[in-house]
């Protein structure tokens, strides 16, 4: 009888620690511009704003890595490429912004969980990813 109830014990815990490991935590990323430049953000090759903003929000993130493209709106900025790093459960904002050589550069400025995330401002673009 010892072993039968020690077995589904040991079944429960083993379901537990499984079933919270596998549940994928999704990330959140705040991207804007240091000097107000307006830009559409575009995740690897999907486009995440309708218009050029100068703050754009990205909800339901589930890869840790993404291939980011900054279009910007003065066609005389150009655009660029980065690298975009997302810790899974957090709300990550990330400035786009010149660096000493005249280059743009995106470089994080801070990082917390969702859950203690502040709610959007109403002047950001929010794009939730699968729309969900």
């Not at 100068?54 to 279009?71: D, E, F, P, Q, R």
């Not at 005249?102 to 990813?129: D, F, G, M, Q």
């Amino acid at each position: 009888m010892k072993s039968i109830k020690l077995n589904m014990l040991i079944a429960l815990l083993v379901m537990v620690v499984f079933s919270n490991t596998s549940i994928a935590q999704n990330a959140n990323a705040i991207l804007f511009t240091e000097n107000g430049e307006r830009f559409t953000a575009i995740l690897n090759g999907l486009r995440q704003n309708n218009k050029p903003e100068t703050n754009v929000k990205v909800m339901g993130l589930n890869a840790n890595t993404y291939k980011l493209k900054v279009i910007f709106e003065d066609l005389a900025l150009g655009q660029s490429n980065f690298n975009l790093f997302i810790e899974p459960g957090t709300e990550s904002s990330f400035v786009i912004k010149k660096n000493n050589k005249n280059a743009y550069v995106l470089r994080p400025v801070s990082s917390v969980p969702i859950a203690e995330a502040p709610p959007s401002p109403a002047s950001s673009e929010v794009v939730k990813i699968g729309r969900a």
